[in-house]
């Protein structure tokens, strides 16, 4: 059965704190493992990933994938309160139909 | 731009009624998506469109049914309202399936069974 599996399921940080969220999957067919951002609303797409050691960067958020162990992590530097949110891994298969295997979700607090 | 709009946005349905979510792209993407997400959970994919005509099961469908007659609309039915249905449902459209990358998603319908 594919599964992707996220951790931890929450967190909570103050202010200034780097975090680490990790992303591991079993799935066939493996094409691209993406990360989403979401606050009661629908996702926000923040990063795609296809390839081994490449890190992608967008600010104070970062992350790589590591299709040898069937993982991504995605960093968050000097967090700020508006980084609480719950952030999403999916994955997508070689199906070509672009359908999403998504993780249960970490839910991040980040108290002033 | 409108983009993927879903009506309604929040919806209390009793046990055992019927209703229709209402999905509708103005980007012409050949490819759209119905997901649900309950508390605490990722999204998971109910069903699937890669084009006007052609619907495909997700990972739960039990309990919904689609449609795609045109490019632009990919309605979701609800039959016979369960408790295990309350949910927020998110439409989901995109030009390419491919990577995933492409993909826009509604604001969500909130939907509550008693």
């Known amino acids: 059965e594919d599964k992707v599996v996220q951790s931890p399921l929450s967190l909570v940080v103050h202010e200034g704190d780097t975090v680490t969220l990790n992303c591991s999957y079993e799935?066939?067919?493996?094409?691209?493992l993406l990360w989403y951002k979401q606050e009661k609303k629908a996702p926000t797409f923040l990063f795609m990933l296809?390839?081994?050691?490449i890190e992608k960067k967008s600010g104070r958020l970062s992350s790589i994938l590591d299709k040898k162990e069937l993982f991504s992590i995605l960093n968050i530097t000097a967090t700020q309160t508006g980084d609480s949110a719950v952030y999403l891994c999916?994955?997508?298969?070689?199906?070509?139909?672009?359908?999403?295997?998504f993780g249960q979700g970490t839910t991040l607090q980040v108290k002033p | 731009n409108a983009g993927v709009t879903q009506t309604p946005k929040f919806r209390i349905l009793k046990i055992g009624q019927s209703m229709t979510l209402q999905c509708t792209q103005d980007?012409?993407?050949?490819?759209m998506y119905w997901y649900r997400q309950d508390p605490g959970m990722g999204l998971k994919l109910i069903y699937y469109?890669?084009?006007?005509?052609?619907?495909d099961k997700g990972e739960v469908p039990n309990g919904y049914n689609v449609s795609r007659s045109t490019t632009e609309d990919f309605p979701l039915r609800l039959e016979l309202a369960a408790p295990s249905q309350t949910s927020v449902y998110f439409c989901?459209?995109?030009?390419?399936?491919?990577?995933?990358?492409?993909?826009?998603f509604g604001e969500g319908s909130w939907l509550t069974v008693v």
């Open positions: 989901a459209s995109s030009s390419q399936g491919g990577t995933g990358n492409t993909i826009y």
């Open positions: 799935v066939t067919n493996f094409r691209s």
């Open positions: 296809t390839s081994s050691g």
């Open positions: 999916a994955v997508t298969q070689s199906s070509n139909t672009g359908k999403l295997i």
């Open positions: 980007m012409n993407h050949n490819y």
């Open positions: 469109s890669v084009g006007a005509g052609i619907t």
